[in-house]
């Protein structure tokens, strides 16, 4: 049973646009939603991250988007940069108060940014 | 995440073969994982640890086992290596609101 679903697989787009990766998830006791940003050779990083008690977090270019009652949470990169070409992962905890201890990742994004 | 060594960076190996893995931090972190990563399936969680004397199944340990020699050196090995533990092997810890990720090993098995 996968309980993050993350789509789409890959993602194309032109410098300057703006790139939305979706997540949907099932088990409403996760609290903690990060999103990992992983480049080629690289470990995965943590790029930003939300819990529930509120609906969008931003910083700098990158946003989520918060949907409790769809279970549904999502990624923007707002003028979207050939530096950003990376593969992107959702994940969900629980833990009471957003513990990181344990992720379940989704499988991936892989976002290219044509310059 | 330098803090986070993985070692070797690559490997090749024969099926059969009995592997070791070696991760080691300097976060002083109790916390510390192993995941596997595929193409097309993400990142998946082999065993965690949150102390030296815990130790625990992800959802795919079966063929994997693993040591917790010290706080700071957690260790993944294949007793006997199969084609499809073929993967890119990442360790991690936790602590301070986050994941830390070492850069991996490739591992192949022929």
């Known amino acids: 049973q996968q309980q993050v679903k993350q789509s789409p697989q890959s993602l194309i787009v032109q410098k300057g646009g703006i790139s939305i990766i979706n997540c949907a998830y099932e088990?409403?006791?996760?609290?903690?939603f990060p999103w990992y940003q992983q480049f080629p050779g690289k470990g995965p990083a943590l790029l930003i991250a939300?819990?529930?008690?509120?609906s969008e977090k931003k910083e700098g270019r990158f946003t989520i988007s918060f949907n409790k009652s769809a279970k549904q949470f999502s990624l923007h990169i707002m003028d979207s940069q050939p530096g950003d070409s990376a593969t992107y992962f959702c994940?969900?905890?629980?833990?009471?108060?957003?513990?990181?201890?344990?992720?379940?990742f989704g499988k991936g994004t892989l976002l290219t940014v044509n310059p | 995440d330098a803090d986070v060594t993985q070692t070797p960076r690559n490997r090749i190996t024969k099926t059969g073969k009995r592997i070791m893995l070696e991760c080691s931090q300097t976060?002083?972190?109790?916390?510390m994982y192993w995941y596997r990563q595929d193409p097309g399936l993400g990142l998946r969680l082999i065993y965690y640890?949150?102390?030296?004397?815990?130790?625990n199944k992800g959802e795919i340990s079966d063929g994997y086992s693993v040591s917790r020699q010290a706080q700071a050196k957690f260790s993944l090995s294949l007793e006997s290596a199969i084609p499809n533990q073929t993967a890119l092997y990442f360790c991690?810890?936790?602590?301070?609101?986050?994941?830390?990720f070492g850069d991996g090993t490739r591992l192949s098995i022929l």
């Open positions: 976060k002083g972190h109790d916390r």
């Open positions: 088990n409403t006791a996760f609290d903690y």
């Open positions: 994940a969900a905890s629980k833990g009471g108060g957003g513990s990181n201890y344990k992720l379940t």
């Open positions: 991690a810890t936790s602590g301070g609101g986050r994941q830390h």
């Open positions: 640890s949150f102390d030296v004397k815990d130790i």
């Open positions: 939300i819990r529930p008690d509120v």
